[in-house]
T-cell receptor, first 114, second 113 residues
Framework: QQQVKQSPQSLIVQKGGISIINCAYE??????FPWYQQFPGKGPALLIA?????SEKKEGRFTISFNKSAKQFSLHIMDSQPGDSATYFC?????????????FGEGTQLTVNP | DSGVTQTPKHLITATGQRVTLRCSPR?????VYWYQQSLDQGLQFLIQ???????AKGNILERFSAQQFPDLHSELNLSSLELGDSALYFC????????????FGPGTRLTVL
């Protein structure tokens, strides 16, 4: 019930291409779906997040698509750049006044070739 | 820089030992979370404190414990260490209120030999 499944495990994209990472969740009580970016030796950093009452959210080159009925959401990175090479984690949580405990996907290692 | 600080950055110890990891949240943040990142388990939520009180427990072993002090810094205590406890331990913090984002610290890399 608490799992978040992420795919693919690794992804290689050419500069300028579109990177797509997919996630699926089970717990319908989740109401917050963030994506985190992590560079080697650093902590995860929030990239973009969405709530289930919205089907899409775009911030710059990053877009989240959300399908509530399928319990799936995805991250699209447009015009991928070598600097985007990092590990990406999807996550889900139930927001409360005291905060949101994150359940993470397994991570996707993205490599953008120049 | 997220504003969350963690010490030490690296920790090397032996099996059976006990260590303490420290986290200082961002100014004004009341919630502190601890996560463990290992190669085979990914990022796993361990425990959350809110304004000094334990709020939620995840996949935290009984050998592990944590607390949040009145100044809101937090410590994660790991005892009877095993080789499998080697991992990155992250602390995150968030401000009070629904929808507040979590900010992660740089992590402590624990190596158990």
């Amino acid at each position: 019930q608490q799992q978040v499944k992420q795919s693919p495990q690794s992804l290689i994209v050419q500069k300028g291409g579109i990177s797509i990472i997919n996630c699926a969740y089970e717990n319908t009580a989740f109401d917050y779906f963030p994506w985190y970016q992590q560079f080697p030796g650093k902590g995860p950093a929030l990239l973009i997040a969405i709530r289930p009452d919205v089907s899409e959210k775009k911030e710059g080159r990053f877009t989240i698509s959300f399908n509530k009925s399928a319990k799936q959401f995805s991250l699209h990175i447009m015009d991928s750049q070598p600097g985007d090479s990092a590990t990406y984690f999807c996550a889900a949580s139930i927001r409360e006044t005291s905060g949101s405990r994150l359940t993470f996907g397994e991570g996707t290692q993205l490599t953008v070739n120049p | 820089d997220s504003g969350v600080t963690q010490t030490p950055k690296h920790l090397i110890t032996a099996t059976g030992q006990r260590v303490t990891l420290r986290c200082s949240p961002r100014s004004g943040d009341l919630s502190v979370y601890w996560y463990q990142q290992s190669l085979d388990q990914g990022l796993q939520f361990l425990i959350q404190y809110y304004n000094g009180e334990e709020r939620a427990k995840g996949n935290i072993l009984e050998r592990f414990s944590a607390q949040q002090f009145p100044d809101l810094h937090s410590e994660l205590n790991l005892s009877s260490l095993e080789l499998g406890d080697s991992a990155l331990y992250f602390c995150a913090s968030s401000a009070p209120g629904v929808g507040q984002r979590e900010y992660f610290g740089p992590g402590t890399r624990l190596t158990v030999l």
